[in-house]
């Protein structure tokens, strides 16, 4: 078990890597040895980790690599471009082709011949990027490299053109030196883009102007900071973790702790009762103090952008099946997850060297050790929740709720110990709450393999297989509270005679909570030929990879570009519900699938917003390029509509990613806080309700 720990921490570190930078690319120029009248264009990208770069080869797919030249003069192209390493080539489900990528670096070099004379190559370089949730908007490497070919009968010997005149710029207004490599980073900071009000109309647009491109970021933050969906989200994290609690206390390694822990108060200060119930209360909140810090040190660790990106990546999820899957074959009877004995023996001796506060403390640690065989598991889900809930606050929140459902009890029996006498009695019934939680637990784990199997695209875990699986496990579940199936640890029961009852009786709350898992089990049913099973849609995976499916619903934009959807928006009277999306984003495609389809947001989207879905990667070529001066001097070219789209979105928004919804006024003011990538069904309902009807007040 030790070297299963030791493994499984070692996994999640990895996966906890800071994600942030995304990709860093260079640009530089190259002598080649040997060849005077040859010139290295070498661009080089460095991937983080659970991030991937696209190949060339990706017609049809997503947003492929690809080498403009605006302008090449004294020199011509020497071949293709060769790429180092050779990119993975894989079938993309999605897409119905297959798609070439790399991870971690890569190197894309373009050879020129020069032809004589002075010789300039001015253009960009091409490329995507995503993660396993979501795509950055295509993204362009500026060059510009010019110089001399060397003249090898010049005294002196030959000349470098790596010695020659030659400067390269990455969007810049200043040349930059001749050794210095052009640098493109991913994650632009927000405050770093053009916040210039009033950006004229790209297209010549329809109505709405300048005024359409205003900046937002500040408002549509604020309206971030205060989504009532967080405020709800932290809440259900914090009773989430009260049932969390209050199903730990009812487990065979806490609930026969508490009327010996109340007795040892109560006989510790037996001539004065009022300080039996202080040293409880004190043990109560020792115990809160514990798993609060347990939540804060996740917190710190990690840090909050790791928290952030945890849910987004693949190993981390296929870290979280593997964790919950020991989990529940440790409550399914499998084997226990205990601590080393000494750390308890030692808390043990602690609590018993010491007077006061400080050893009420150390008992109250005892009870925390001692216990972790049956509290672990339900801890580990817990986390693993709140952690991928994307809340760095999250983890000491949920906690909270865990410690105060799990010691009031001590402190409520030592101040009412006559409640003692009517609290139900250990048994059996405590190795069932164990069992049930141990396949649920199995359940959450298919979620975290379902996450990781849409990433790498292995396509082992389709939507009907998922739904087989846990229909499977409720209903085996519901056969196991009625008491058909019994496991090695379930205690026998016996007759008059001493003879062990084969099916003992059930009471009937196990009755009924096997009627209603059962139940559960069938509803699911349905959804192995399309239906919906909305109670389950966001831990399935979207409807896209089931191969049989009788859903044919399905909600499209009729505007796919900005200013004539919000012009339309006008004239019906209706909010924008503005879609920022791409032909290669997958996970635009997940909740295309599996969230509009949806009979009520169908029915908001169609009904009672104007839908604008804006692609990045639209390669069709504006009129004429448009240069935009960023902030910091940075000057960059809209060559395409996705480059108009993609500026709309980190300019007037603060975003880059895909997808990114906002609704918007006629104005083009935010109604709501901006939604992102979420299988969530009624957040997304609530998320349009509340634009709605701020759009009518």
Sequence with gaps: MKRLYLYLLIMFACACMDAQNFVTTTATQKAVDGHDDMVDLVFSFDIQPGWHVYGPENDGGPTALTLTFEQLEGAKKEGGLRLSPTPKKVQDPIF?????????????????????????????????????????PPTNIEFNFKGERPNPSREGGEQSPSEGDISSTDNAKDKSSANEPLRDNATTSVDSLSQT??????????????????????????????????????????????????????????????????????????????????????????IVVIYVALGLLVTIIWGPSSLNALSTNAVFNLFLFALLVVFAASFLGGFEITLPASWSNKMDEKASSTTGLLSIFFMALTLVLVSFSCTGPIIGLLLVDMVTSGSVIAPTIGMLGFALALAAPFTLFAMFPTWLKSAPKSGNWMNVIKVVLGLVELAFALKFLSVADLAYGWRLLDRETFLCLWILIFALMGFYLLGWIRLP?????????????????????????????????????????????????????????????????????????????MAAARRLGKPVMLDFTGFGCVNCRKMEAAVWPDARVRQLMTEDYVLISLYVDDKTPLPSPVEVTETDGTVRKLRTIGDQWSYLQRTKFGAQTQPFYVLLNHEAQPLAGSYSYKEDIPAFVSWLESGLKRFKE
């Design 489 to 565: 640890h379930d205690e026998d029961e016996y007759d008059d005679d001493g003879n062990v009852i084969a099916r003992p009786k059930i009471g009937v709350t196990r009755f009924l909570s096997a009627l209603c898992v059962l139940a559960f089990a069938l509803y699911m049913v349905p959804g192995l030929w399309g239906a919906p099973c909305k109670a389950v849609s966001a831990f399935a995976p979207p409807m896209w990879t089931q191969d049989f499916n009788l859903n044919e619903n399905t909600v499209e934009a009729t505007y796919t570009n900005y200013e004539e959807g």
């Design 197 to 286: 009000e009033g950006f004229p109309s790209l297209t010549g647009g329809v109505g709405g102007g300048s005024a359409l491109w205003t900046p937002v970021i500040d408002e549509l933050h604020a309206l971030d900071a205060s989504s009532d969906t967080q405020s709800r989200s932290l809440l259900g994290i914090f009773f989430l973790g009260i049932l969390g609690g209050l199903i730990a206390l009812l487990t065979p390694c806490v609930w026969p702790i508490i009327p010996m822990t109340v007795s040892f108060f109560l006989k510790r200060s037996k001539d004065d009762k009022k300080k039996g119930i202080k040293d409880a209360i004190l043990y109560g909140l020792s």
């Design 96 to 136: 119905e082709c297959e798609v070439t990528f790399w991870e971690k670096a890569a190197t894309v070099t373009q050879r020129l011949r020069l032809t004589g004379g002075p010789w300039k190559a001015e253009g960009y370089l091409q490329y995507g990027a995503c993660n396993d949730e979501t795509c950055m």
